[in-house]
């Protein structure tokens, strides 16, 4: 039980200036959801890690997927590529995270419960200095990404897949 409050605590204290407690949760449980996705339909074995530890060294996972949930993109019809975050916005210097972080990830899911979008992180890198390094949108005070139109996400993602078309649905 002492290993579930420090979690718990550990969890609510990451993230201060998010908008919900529940972000680190939400994400986790969409990691998940991905992970199930793709061992039963694509036969797939994504091994996450859970501690910071492993987090920080090697990145998310051991296959170097990094997955992330954009919860608006299907509404806004445009996906939200993290370049930096910030853990608390008083602190003054950027971290580089997302598509920026200097880890073993070569592959990148964004997505949500309806669409999940596979990109080659590289190419997405090279696709942010041409592209989209002038326009950076700063949402909130914790983070900067550059948006991408789904209409240019289709013809630069490598896979689309509708959980749906899977029988998962949230």
Sequence with gaps: MVGSITAMNYKNTLYPDADRTTVFEEALEFQDFVVDIFL?????VIS???????????????QGIEIKLDTRMTDTKRI????????????PYWTPSGILRNDNSWLYLQGNYELIYIFSKSFLIKLYEAKYKDKIWQPKDTIKTFLMPFKEADKYCLKKIYPSNYNYAK
Excluded: D, M, P, T
């Excluded at 039963?40 to 797939?44: F, N, P, R, S």
């Design 48 to 62: 996450n890690y859970s501690s910071r530890y492993y987090q920080n060294k090697y990145g998310e996972n051991r």
């Design 40 to 44: 039963k339909e694509l036969g797939i």
């Design 80 to 91: 939200s590529f993290e370049l930096y975050e910030k853990v608390n916005a008083s602190i």
